[in-house]
């Protein structure tokens, strides 16, 4: 895996120093993040499509319908971009220009490739337990005809750029003295009460795993 930034498409131009070249970065952020957005252009349409992901080392995966139009055109191995974004906070300065967020961003670069036998089935089981930990052990696994029906695509993490804006408002030093309130407003996601399926038979409790999630 290289580092974030490496190349010249992914080096950060615009505030080059909220920039990381930190691996670490690079891996807490995606593992951090449930949901990933990527794009495909068709035609010459570009789409972005929010999709559920996981990493295993130096490689994300997603999975879709083998029958997405959008998936399967990124399986003829069409260059891509993906990005994941975890919002921390609401940065508000006394000026509206220097209001902003605070962030942990990643975008990597790249094609992917489909996934097939072992590898696709161990990629559904590190998709599953990025998502639902535990659970794979419980559910009930995917049969021949849900595997057919189901596209696993790999992209490496071979071109990536991070990018995280911490901290309080940055006002110029004329505003500093206005009488309006300055700060920051943090931003956190967590999970509420399970409830259960209507149609859940009576006795079936949640199971400890899913109690522990925890955003
Ligand atoms: C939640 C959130 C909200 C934002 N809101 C705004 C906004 O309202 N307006 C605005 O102008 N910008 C916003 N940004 C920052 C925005 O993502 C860009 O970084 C910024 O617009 C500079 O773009 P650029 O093309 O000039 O960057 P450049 O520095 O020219 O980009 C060069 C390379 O740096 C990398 N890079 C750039 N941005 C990011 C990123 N966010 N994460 C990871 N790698 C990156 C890419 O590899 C890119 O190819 C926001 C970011 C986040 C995460």
Known sequence: MSSPGHTDRTRGKRLPELASHDL???QAI???ALVAH??????????VLPVAFARNGDTLYIHGSSKSRLFTQLATGASTCLTVTLLDGLVVARSVFESSMNYRSVMVLGTCRVVEGQEKAAALQVI????????WDEARHPNEQEDKATLVLALDL???SVKISAGPPDDVPADVDLPVW????PLTEHFGEPIDAPDLPVG???PDYIRQWKR
């Open 158 to 160: 071979n071109e990536s």
């Open 128 to 135: 599953s337990d990025h998502l639902l930990p535990g659970r």
């Open 30 to 32: 995606l593992d951090a």
């Open 24 to 26: 670490a970065d690079l």
């Open 182 to 185: 300055a700060g920051v407003v």
């Open 204 to 206: 079936i409790a949640v």
């Open 38 to 47: 990527i794009c495909v252009i068709d035609g010459d349409q570009p789409f």
